[in-house]
């Protein structure tokens, strides 16, 4: 235990580093006195790094280079900085090489401290994911043949997983997982996965809480862990590890056999990522949240259209092209937004950033343009109304430079009238609710998909739960609703040929997003509303309204299918328009499909045709 002459000197110094300038007093007197101290000398080139017990380094004085296998320079280190964080945070074995340039003096932080504060502080915790992207984005650089991200989780997981019945002993679990050299064991129970015992669990709660090797499995093992599909996309399981600061995942079988749902058929591990190379759209957030002005930033925001082609080519389902574009999308606006204030200096109250439409459903494709609001704590005064004005109109400026270009609408935070604080937004939802006139419902199709993209979810939240209460079986306004999503219908006429109308120019051909996607949003974000549910992205409405049986489960399945049939046809023209130079557009021209894929496609009009009628039966039989 070090005194307090000891210990006044470090926490002087660790509290004036980012993060640990975030941790509440207790947590960094813990830390500073789990700090060890470390000499290191020129004279011995390299600090010798041990595979069997990593730590965070933290330069006290002196300097460093860090270098990979190859020799290539990653990073430079000086007072204030910090190495040994990547094998912290993924498990991996020290691959790099960490050359000493000066006499240095270095504190040393042990990993059980680190992998607490990391769960205490989501500041401490993005810092080092942050900077773990910053690491790799050194290692891998963006190429369409290497594309970790857009890969199935099966390319990587490592099937057959070993397993364990859960009244068995930890004694036992270790064994096997000596034998099978695995550091993670899944437990299972009447052949259904209940948990997960890693080597973590066995220090944690075996060996540190002095139980010895006859205590239960099920008594030490992680429950209900985090699980992801073998189809699911790596880029989805290493955000999922990074947010819950784990490192192995079960992997499920995507059958939909009830009796097989729960079937673990792999495990992934940080490692497995790693093997297999890092990722583009991480390395691209990672890549913009370093940025430190503008104008840089709207440099890097051109790589989007190339990470877009290169989803496209890798097949990636068009739900999670979606996903990982919005969040690119979300990474930008909230630089953006950080940037600008710290030229304006700090807010003058909480405020919520909210992303409408295609941002707000995580459904975005190319030609994006912004739909967004500011959700305020509180009415401003006249200096909040004039901070409030400058950082809305620069962050949606610099979403136009970067490519999203401004609402033809004006639906922007810059717009005084969607610049609004709770009460006010409340108002006008409700306005649109009680009065469900043509305006009120072309506003509802995009601010009912709302999500916040920067601000405290507990602001949002009041304002969600607000709405969702009064749209909970609405009958009138719900109608209203369901008749404005009737007004375009899919492209099918008679005999099921297909309508063609002209895209602005002399080509004919299918709106595959007007006549097809935007009327699948539209038809589940009415079921959506009349129950209350929360979910915004359509793909998850859908699943929730079929667990809720608010919609049969054949019908919602081939909705979902539908759904994703068109958007995958929409993002491949897309991705065929841009390659051949040509304007990018939602429309399809049908002699450009082979025979099968144009029976495909009318059936999934087909399909859309039925839900619409079906949400007329239910909502307007009345009326």
Known sequence: MKDASELQPITQFISGLIPFDSLSSSDLA???????????????????????????????????EVRDQEGELLDRLGEGDYFGFPSLLSGEKVSNQVQILED????????????????????????????????LRHQARFKAKDLTTTSRINSLMSPDPLTINAYASVSEAAKKMRVARVSSVLVIDNGKLIGILTDRDLRNRVLAER????????????????????NDLVFEAMLLMSEHGIHHLPIMTNEVNDDEVTKPVGILTSTDILRGQSSQPLLLIGEIERQHDIASLIQVSKQIPVLLQNL?????????????????????????????????????MAFCWLAFGSQGRQDQAACSDQDNGLLLAHEPDEHAKGYFNALTHAVCEGLDKCGYVYCPGDIMAQNPKWRLPLDKWQKHFESWLNSPEP????????????????????????????????????????????????????????????????????????????????LINDIARVYALSAGIAEV?????????????????KDALNLADALEFIAHMRLSNQGEQYTSQQNVTNYLKPQQMSSLMRHQLRDAFKVVHDAQSGLRMKFMRSF
């Open 211 to 230: 139980f010895d090797g006859t205590l239960a499995v099920h008594q030490a093992m992680t429950a209900n862990p985090k699980v992801l599909f073998e």
């Open 439 to 518: 305006k009120a419902l072309m506003h509802a199709s995009i601010f009912f998909d709302m999500r916040a993209v920067y601000g405290p979810q507990s602001l949002f939240d009041q304002l969600q739960s607000h709405v969702l209460e009064r749209t909970k079986d609405n009958d009138i306004f719900l109608a209203g609703m369901a008749g404005n999503s009737l007004v375009e219908s899919p492209p099918l006429g008679f005999f099921r040929k297909f309508v063609l109308e002209r895209d602005g120019s002399e080509v004919k051909g299918m709106d595959l997003k007007h006549k097809g996607v935007a």
């Open 537 to 553: 992205n359509t793909p998850k409405r859908i699943r929730a309204l079929m667990d809720a049986n608010i919609i049969n489960r």
């Open 104 to 135: 240095s003096l270095v504190y040393h932080l042990n990993p059980e401290t680190f992998n607490y504060l990391r769960k205490e502080s989501r500041e401490f915790d993005r810092f080092f994911n942050r900077a773990f992207a910053k690491r």
């Open 312 to 348: 496209i080519s890798a097949d990636a389902r068009a739900e999670e092209v979606g996903r990982v574009l919005t969040s690119v999308t979300d990474a930008l606006t909230r630089r953006l937004i950080v940037l600008n204030q710290q030229i304006l200096g700090a807010a003058p």
């Open 30 to 64: 813990r830390c500073c006195q789990q700090l060890s101290i470390g000499y290191y000398s020129k004279v011995s080139r390299t600090v010798p790094l041990d595979e069997s017990h990593p730590q965070l380094y933290i330069v006290r004085s002196g300097s460093f």
